[in-house]
């Protein structure tokens, strides 16, 4: 029996999986933030649909750079205003395959908050 062809095949396939990358996704994230709020003022009547399009652009780039991993977005925007904010948040998962990554923007006017959970399937 030939092990060199099934040997080479799980070098490939090991190969292709990509591990999560959160500095890459931090960058990513800073340039979607940042393409979608370009000098924006806050205005409590476009906050849903910036909070939509950072959310619903992060997820379809993540997909395409990576399909290993299932990808949980949030996103808050604040209107800067001198107020406290506090959030955490707290995972059961495998450190080994598992991921986060998160940014933070913030203008004369607003704050964004941007969390990417990556759970490999």
Not at 35 to 60: F, G, M, P, R
Not at 96 to 106: I, V
Request: net charge neutral.
């Amino acid at each position: 029996m030939d092990n060199t062809n099934k040997d080479s095949s799980l070098t490939t396939t090991k190969t292709e999986e990509k591990k999560f990358n959160p500095e890459e996704t931090s960058a990513l994230v800073k340039e979607i933030v940042e393409e979608t709020l370009a000098d924006s003022e806050y205005s409590h009547s476009k906050v849903a649909q910036w909070n939509s399009t950072i959310i619903e652009t992060c997820l379809n780039k993540l997909k395409n750079i990576n399909k290993n991993y299932k990808y949980v977005v949030t996103c808050v925007i604040l209107q800067n205003k001198g107020a406290g904010f506090y959030a955490s948040s707290s995972v059961y998962w495998d450190n080994q395959n598992d991921g986060n990554a998160s940014y933070r923007y913030e203008s004369k006017s607003l704050y964004t908050i941007v969390n990417v959970f990556a759970l490999k399937i």
